[in-house]
């Protein structure tokens, strides 16, 4: 598949997009009952990518709904899975795809599933990169990146997930009018995906005044790792952006 921007230039192959932009594969050691949910549940649920370079439908990856869904949401990166169940639970007529490598997140998000019995969602359990690559153009209704790892150190700044690549991605894999949602309660990384944003020809930045980004999105249930941040003191800073039409 070849995949270009509006202005005609090929975008970058997935192997130059796939970088160690997360840390640790697994934390603490896993118990019985998280053991079995990732031998019985995840099976079930994981996404795994065809051995060919065909475009993957996300449309068709979700039949234990009773409809097709309506719309289609990425998370990525989402840690402990606070966010990505609550939207699921309210929200059941979306198809969400998780992406984490991190088990115990994993872990989490699949705990919640099973309590909630949530029958939209399915999980990458890799990195991202090569699922952006395989997914067709103008596919998805809403793109989440939620508390990235900041990687703050200076010669670690090529590692954080938002890059130019990365972005271009995103607002090729966006419908038109699709939004594209990043909070970080690291500064210089909201500077950053601003930055990067602003030279993305397919994305706009949708705020008008200093509520749009200081204030959490609507129908916004926390995660997490914002509950922790608030605690120390850092306030978040919520980033919306929509895919331009084409």
Not at 164 to 187: C, H, T
Not at 206 to 225: E, I, N, V
């Amino acid at each position: 598949m070849t995949m270009s921007d509006t202005s005609g230039r090929a975008a970058p192959p997935a192997e130059e997009l796939e970088r160690a932009f997360f840390g640790r594969r697994k934390g603490k050691r896993l118990r019985g009952q998280q053991e079995r949910r990732l031998a019985e549940l995840l099976p079930a649920l994981r996404i795994d990518l065809p051995p060919d370079d065909r475009p993957l439908d996300p449309r068709t990856l979700f039949p234990a709904m009773a409809a097709p869904p309506e719309a289609l949401w990425l998370e990525i990166g989402f840690g402990g899975g606070e966010h990505l169940a609550a939207q699921a639970a309210a929200q059941p007529t979306v198809g969400i795809i998780g992406a984490e490598p991190f088990v115990n997140g994993v872990v989490k998000l699949l705990a919640a599933i099973e309590a909630q019995g949530l029958r939209n969602v399915r999980i990458r359990d890799a990195d991202v990169t090569a699922l952006l690559a395989r997914l067709p153009d103008a596919c998805l209704d809403r793109v989440y990146l939620l508390y990235p790892d900041p990687w703050p150190k200076r010669r670690q700044r090529k590692r954080r997930f938002v890059s130019d690549a990365s972005l271009a991605e995103i607002g090729r894999v966006l419908k038109d009018g699709g939004l594209f949602r990043f909070a970080s309660d690291i500064d210089d990384y909201a500077g950053w995906t601003l930055v990067r944003a602003a030279r993305c020809p397919d994305l706009t930045w949708t705020a008008r005044g200093a509520q749009d980004w200081t204030q959490p999105f609507p129908g916004w249930p926390g995660t997490r790792y914002e509950a922790k941040a608030l605690d120390a003191g850092r306030r978040p800073t919520y980033l919306e952006f929509a895919r331009h039409p084409r």
